[in-house]
């Protein structure tokens, strides 16, 4: 065995110490090659669970789309099939009263519904006696005047029938109470005129037929006479212009009826529109308080201050002691002083900021608001740190040595008007810093609305604010660094007491209520000038500080709300 003396060891020791070794070498490949086998698997395994998830999902979704199909289908298509028998279905009801004869026999037990004829159906009537040829008393007509008899007394035995409940015929012929006749009616049905069988969808076979008869008529001398059963008979008779002129009369004072109604309604409804004498002042107030709006906004956001760090910091500083430090006191310090800036710049970073505004509305136009109003800003950065420092000077006429306290590296770069006749730069644990300034803000603004259905509108607006500072703090997480502090009217401070700023927004809108509305729309706030009053006397590289967020808003319309 080895000792202190003896450094050279036995057999035991040599052989421990080859094994340890040999335990102690780098795995062999085909460890490796296990390792990344195993892990090739976990990640097969998981990427055959996702596709089967996702396949399922799809199947899913493929699945409610057919079924909401076919049941939208079924839905549809069964109010299709029902619209047209609620439609023709009076119409047939009403056909059958218009060319039924008021004579015509009818079932025992069915009792015609009397009613007072208006002047439309006098007028249906006359039209009917106006496009019925008369018929000539002939031997043929006398022959088949009991095969006509019997086919009346088939179709009313028909009627009656179909009156009856549990028979539900839709080509019979019904009587309806207060039918009318109408063509359209007639559009369905084949009807008799005269003996002979028309079909209520050609009219023009009906008026053609017609025009064969009269010249025929006047061809023969008067009067024309066919056999059969669907034979018609025309003669020249002097009742029909007579006929023509009665409906002639009939329907131009029907017409000057109507008008004569309708100038009535249009002079009842211009005066009960009319508004009273004591209601024209309180309309137009209620219009005018109609165009105010009160509005509540809240916009979190993220805030970017743009203050940069120097690149040689500290010289002038550094300067100043030079003669009175040695000089690897002073390599070391500046060393440090390099470090704590380049950390500074890699660790700063926008922080959580918000506002709330409390506004006032009033439109100008129909889609057109003017804005104004007031509200309060909390704009944060933040960043991480190692290093404090602390600046020493000492009082004119004395030994005595002061200081502000320790800070970060932050807190001298805004500034370059001081002289420090020593720095310390220690470092320490990292360490939270956050910087954090509040405004109290008066905007202005224009904003234009748009709709885009019943309930939903879309907007756009942009304005200007003014920006007083309340407060600017840096915050420290470590206890060996002093929070720094600067008030409004405190002279020290080295930032800007008004800053102005512009803003633009745009989103879409919902209306909840006639009066209540909410939108909600991305906004960007730039800010005119930078954070510092004077840029120029500061070490750090200034730039101009911005806002990115969301603005969610509520709307209270005053007066009637939307039109």
């Given at each position: 065995?080895?000792?202190?003396?003896?450094?050279?060891?036995?057999?035991?020791?040599?052989?421990?110490?080859?094994?340890?070794?040999?335990?102690?070498?780098?795995?062999?490949?085909?460890?490796?090659?296990?390792?990344?086998?195993?892990?090739?698997?976990?990640?097969?395994?998981?990427?055959?669970?996702?596709?089967?998830?996702?396949?399922?999902?799809?199947?899913?979704?493929?699945?409610?789309?057919?079924?909401?199909?076919?049941?939208?289908?079924?839905?549809?298509?069964?109010?299709?099939?029902?619209?047209?028998?609620?439609?023709?279905?009076?119409?047939?009801?009403?056909?059958?009263?218009?060319?039924?004869?008021?004579?015509?026999?009818?079932?025992?037990?069915?009792?015609?519904?009397?009613?007072?004829?208006?002047?439309?159906?006098?007028?249906?009537?006359?039209?009917?006696?106006?496009?019925?040829?008369?018929?000539?008393?002939?031997?043929?007509?006398?022959?088949?005047?009991?095969?006509?008899?019997?086919?009346?007394?088939?179709?009313?035995?028909?009627?009656?029938?179909?009156?009856?409940?549990?028979?539900?015929?839709?080509?019979?012929?019904?009587?309806?109470?207060?039918?009318?006749?109408?063509?359209s009616s007639a559009q369905k049905k084949s009807v008799s005129i005269n003996g002979v069988g028309v079909d209520?969808?050609?009219?023009?076979?009906?008026?053609?037929?017609?025009?064969?008869?009269?010249?025929?008529?006047?061809?023969?001398?008067?009067?024309?006479?066919?056999?059969?059963?669907?034979?018609m008979a025309f003669s020249n008779s002097s009742s029909s212009p007579a006929d023509f002129k009665t409906l002639?009369?009939?329907?131009?004072?029907?017409?000057?009826?109507?008008?004569?109604?309708?100038?009535?309604?249009?002079?009842?409804?211009?005066?009960?529109?009319?508004?009273?004498?004591?209601?024209?002042?309180?309309?137009?107030?209620?219009?005018?308080?109609?165009?105010?709006?009160?509005?509540?906004?809240?916009?979190?956001?993220?805030?970017?201050?743009?203050?940069?760090?120097?690149?040689?910091?500290?010289?002038?500083?550094?300067?100043?002691?030079?003669?009175?430090?040695?000089?690897?006191?002073?390599?070391?310090?500046?060393?440090?002083?390099?470090?704590?800036?380049?950390?500074?710049?890699?660790?700063?970073?926008?922080?959580?900021?918000?506002?709330?505004?409390?506004?006032?509305?009033?439109?100008?136009?129909?889609?057109?608001?003017?804005?104004?109003?007031?509200?309060?800003?909390?704009?944060?950065?933040?960043?991480?740190?190692?290093?404090?420092?602390?600046?020493?000077?000492?009082?004119?006429?004395?030994?005595?040595?002061?200081?502000?306290?320790?800070?970060?590296?932050?807190?001298?770069?805004?500034?370059?008007?001081?002289?420090?006749?020593?720095?310390?730069?220690?470092?320490?644990?990292?360490?939270?810093?956050?910087?954090?300034?509040?405004?109290?803000?008066?905007?202005?603004?224009?904003?234009?609305?748009?709709?885009?259905?019943?309930?939903?509108?879309?907007?756009?607006?942009?304005?200007?604010?003014?920006?007083?500072?309340?407060?600017?703090?840096?915050?420290?997480?470590?206890?060996?660094?002093?929070?720094?502090?600067?008030?409004?009217?405190?002279?020290?401070?080295?930032?800007?007491?008004?800053?102005?700023?512009?803003?633009?927004?745009?989103?879409?809108?919902?209306?909840?209520?006639?009066?209540?509305?909410?939108?909600?729309?991305?906004?960007?706030?730039?800010?005119?000038?930078?954070?510092?009053?004077?840029?120029?006397?500061?070490?750090?590289?200034?730039?101009?500080?911005?806002?990115?967020?969301?603005?969610?808003?509520?709307?209270?319309?005053?007066?009637?709300?939307?039109?």
């Open positions: 065995m080895s000792s202190a003396t003896n450094n050279r060891g036995g057999g035991l020791e040599e052989a421990f110490r080859h094994r340890l070794q040999d335990a102690e070498a780098s795995p062999s490949a085909e460890l490796w090659e296990r390792i990344d086998h195993s892990l090739t698997l976990q990640e097969s395994n998981q990427y055959k669970r996702g596709m089967l998830f996702y396949r399922q999902l799809a199947a899913a979704c493929i699945a409610l789309l057919l079924l909401g199909g076919g049941f939208a289908a079924y839905y549809f298509g069964g109010q299709e099939k029902a619209a047209p028998v609620a439609q023709v279905k009076p119409a047939a009801e009403s056909s059958y009263a218009a060319v039924v004869p008021s004579g015509a026999p009818v079932a025992e037990g069915e009792a015609f519904i009397q009613e007072e004829v208006s002047v439309d159906e006098l007028i249906a009537q006359a039209m009917q006696q106006a496009v019925q040829p008369q018929r000539i008393y002939t031997p043929e007509r006398e022959q088949n005047r009991e095969a006509r008899a019997t086919r009346q007394q088939d179709t009313a035995g028909t009627l009656a029938a179909a009156e009856q409940p549990g028979i539900a015929n839709s080509g019979a012929w019904r009587i309806m109470p207060g039918a009318r006749y109408s063509l209520g969808g050609d009219v023009r076979q009906l008026f053609e037929n017609m025009r064969r008869g009269i010249v025929s008529d006047f061809a023969a001398g008067g009067k024309h006479t066919s056999g059969g059963s669907n034979s002639s009369e009939m329907v131009m004072g029907r017409m000057k009826q109507l008008e004569a109604e309708q100038e009535a309604n249009k002079q009842l409804y211009k005066q009960e529109k009319a508004p009273l004498p004591g209601q024209t002042e309180a309309n137009k107030s209620s219009s005018a308080s109609g165009r105010w709006s009160l509005g509540m906004a809240y916009a979190p956001s993220y805030f970017e201050q743009n203050i940069g760090m120097p690149s040689q910091m500290m010289m002038g500083a550094a300067s100043s002691f030079s003669s009175f430090a040695p000089p690897i006191a002073m390599q070391q310090s500046a060393r440090m002083v390099e470090e704590a800036r380049e950390e500074h710049e890699q660790e700063v970073e926008p922080g959580f900021s918000f506002g709330v505004e409390a506004k006032a509305g009033f439109k100008v136009g129909r889609k057109w608001k003017l804005l104004a109003g007031l509200g309060f800003t909390q704009n944060t950065a933040r960043s991480k740190s190692s290093y404090v420092i602390e600046q020493f000077w000492r009082k004119p006429g004395s030994k005595q040595a002061e200081s502000p306290g320790a800070t970060t590296i932050f807190v001298p770069s805004l500034s370059s008007n001081f002289a420090s006749d020593s720095l310390s730069v220690t470092k320490t644990d990292e360490f939270n810093v956050l910087y954090r300034y509040r405004h109290l803000t008066v905007p202005l603004g224009l904003q234009y609305a748009g709709k885009i259905s019943k309930d939903w509108f879309w907007y756009a607006s942009g304005g200007v604010a003014a920006n007083i500072l309340l407060q600017t703090t840096v915050l420290a997480s470590s206890a060996e660094v002093q929070d720094t502090n600067y008030g409004p009217g405190d002279d020290s401070s080295p930032f800007r007491k008004l800053q102005w700023s512009g803003n633009v927004t745009a989103g879409v809108g919902k209306q909840l209520t006639d009066q209540v509305s909410v939108t909600l729309g991305p906004e960007y706030r730039g800010y005119f000038d930078t954070m510092l009053s004077s840029p120029e006397k500061a070490y750090a590289p200034q730039g101009k500080p911005y806002t990115l967020g969301i603005n969610l808003a509520l709307n209270y319309d005053l007066g009637h709300g939307r039109k």
